[in-house]
């Protein structure tokens, strides 16, 4: 009987140590309904309520994963502290100064955390007063000269004090938070005897290998910060990995690679995934969409081994199909063949019999506004440019329907003299009763070419090179110019067309 009370009251005081009681005083607070938040990624959400009485707040945090948290009172106004596998007491003098009357009593990783907020607002304020004088001075001057060494020293300051609150606070979750918030001191290039640079990519190298240097990236408490999520996005930004598809997949999946992708409820692989997928689902930027393909065929798709155990089924099935559709035009790859009809609805055109050193691949609609901007413009290119490089252009116009008659006006108006084909009134109506008389001529693919593009919008404008390879895509009419000149050895000729910045996003806006 003994031995059972003996192991009952260990088991007793195991749990007790373990569970965290997160307790908050604040002088003056009315008995009132205060929230837990929590952060995920750069924002809050709620995790608890409870009810306070004569201004003393208690949390149970062992409810409650680790990381970055957040006391919120009506006004609202808010708190932050870290929740950190241990027991938290902080006092607060005055609710309408909650930070700057603030005092931790227990919990040494807030005590930490405090301290280092108070100093970075001390330095950063000194810094910017320094950088704020030293622009207002001529570069060669003493005055100059005299800030730009206070913001060195401030500079350094900071990094000392980094480095020294991280030493005393060595495998707290503190540390991992300083790791992130610290600029990485990159050596001098190596040099050989002459002092020659050995390896002009070396910064880069360092950079990229120690980026990570601190961050263990199985600790759920990471993501449970927004210092990580400006992290993420900065690595894989121009100021990161370099903007190479091929790359940013190869770090991606390094990163991925070093996560807890079983355990569903640390949400580091989930949060990560997510982020780098969606970021180069919606870029702008020409050939990414590379990227989302390859996280969507390496994490998400099929949907029967899918990694992605945070989706439902039917966003899954939606996320694949678009994959599914992305992969079909990604850059370098052979472009989907096309055989549709010119206007008279009776001869076949094959995109890859065109014989041309590059195809512009063109898709428009004669009712869209942008399209009527940029259709005659390709035309002029045509005309004082594309046809004495050898480019031949293939335009795909919405020709169903109402459209018919539109397209055909639109071409005889306009004087359209490129190759102009189109799933025409008579072939569309054909195919919608039965498409096989008709694969004698075309193809599924070539019948439902806006799924086989992906065209949600117009106009949308492709570059092949003479093996039907994708070269470039979702041009403006200025961007396709400056391509074809630079492709064609034509580099430095004239520019009838400026870039318009606005282009790409009213080509988004067009449908």
């Known amino acids: 009987m003994k031995k059972i009370l003996f192991f009952l009251a260990l088991f007793t005081a195991i749990g007790k140590a373990n569970a965290q009681k997160l307790e908050f005083n604040i002088e003056g607070l009315k008995d009132t309904t205060v929230f837990l938040a929590k952060y995920f990624g750069p924002k809050l959400y709620y995790a608890d309520t409870v009810e306070s009485k004569n201004g003393k707040i208690v949390f149970d945090g062992s409810k409650q994963q680790g990381g970055l948290m957040a006391v919120v009172i009506p006004g609202p106004a808010y708190f932050e502290f870290l929740h950190d596998d241990e027991d938290v007491i902080i006092n607060i003098a005055d609710q309408k100064n909650l930070v700057g009357t603030l005092e931790v009593e227990k919990g040494d990783g807030n005590k930490a955390f405090y301290e280092y907020v108070n100093f970075m607002t001390v330095n950063q304020k000194a810094l910017r007063a320094a950088v704020d004088a030293r622009d207002g001075f001529d570069k060669d001057s003493k005055e100059y000269k005299k800030e730009q060494e206070k913001i060195e020293a401030l500079n350094k300051e900071k990094l000392e004090f980094q480095k020294n609150i991280r030493s005393k606070n060595e495998g707290k979750f503190i540390s991992t938070m300083i790791a992130m918030t610290m600029e990485i001191e990159i050596p001098d290039y190596p040099r050989d005897k002459d002092g020659n640079v050995l390896d002009s990519a070396y910064k880069y190298h360092y950079f990229i290998n120690h980026y990570w240097d601190g961050v263990d990236f199985k600790?759920?408490?990471?993501?449970?910060?927004?210092?990580?999520?400006?992290?993420?996005?900065?690595?894989?930004?121009?100021?990161?990995?370099?903007?190479?598809?091929?790359?940013?997949?190869?770090?991606?999946?390094?990163?991925?690679?070093?996560?807890?992708?079983?355990?569903?409820?640390?949400?580091?692989?989930?949060?990560?995934?997510?982020?780098?997928?969606?970021?180069?689902?919606?870029?702008?930027?020409?050939?990414?969409?590379?990227?989302?393909?390859?996280?969507?065929v390496n994490y998400y798709c099929p949907k029967e081994t899918t990694k992605a155990f945070w989706m439902s089924d039917e966003n899954l099935d939606k996320m694949c199909e678009r994959v599914n559709k992305v992969g079909r035009t990604i850059i370098g790859n052979p472009a989907p063949m096309l055989i549709l009809t010119d206007s008279t609805e009776q001869n076949w055109i094959n995109s890859y019999e065109i014989d041309a050193e590059y195809t512009v691949l063109y898709f428009w609609d004669p009712n869209c506004g942008h399209c009527k901007k940029v259709t005659p413009k390709l035309q002029t290119l045509y005309d004082e440019k594309f046809k004495e490089y050898g480019v031949e252009i293939y335009a795909v116009g919405k020709a169903t329907g109402s459209d018919f008659e539109a397209w055909k006006k639109f071409i005889r108006d306009n004087g359209l003299t490129f190759i102009n084909v189109g799933l025409t009134k008579n072939i569309y109506n054909d195919a919608m009763k039965d498409p096989r008389p008709l694969l004698e001529h075309t193809t599924l693919q070539s019948l439902n070419y806006s799924d086989t593009y992906d065209i949600y919008s117009t106009p949308r404008i492709f570059i092949l090179d003479k093996d039907k390879k994708i070269v470039a895509k979702q041009l403006s009419i200025a961007q396709l110019e400056a391509i074809i000149d630079d492709l064609t050895g034509h580099e430095d000729a004239e520019k009838i067309f400026e870039d318009d910045p606005d282009a790409q996003e009213a080509t988004d806006a067009d449908h």
């Open 219 to 296: 600790d759920p408490k990471v993501v449970n910060t927004p210092i990580y999520h400006n992290k993420l996005d900065k690595f894989f930004s121009p100021k990161g990995v370099l903007q190479i598809p091929d790359t940013i997949s190869y770090y991606a999946d390094w990163m991925l690679g070093q996560m807890d992708q079983v355990d569903q409820t640390n949400k580091m692989f989930q949060y990560t995934c997510h982020h780098i997928t969606y970021k180069y689902e919606t870029s702008k930027i020409m050939g990414m969409d590379k990227v989302f393909w390859h996280m969507g």
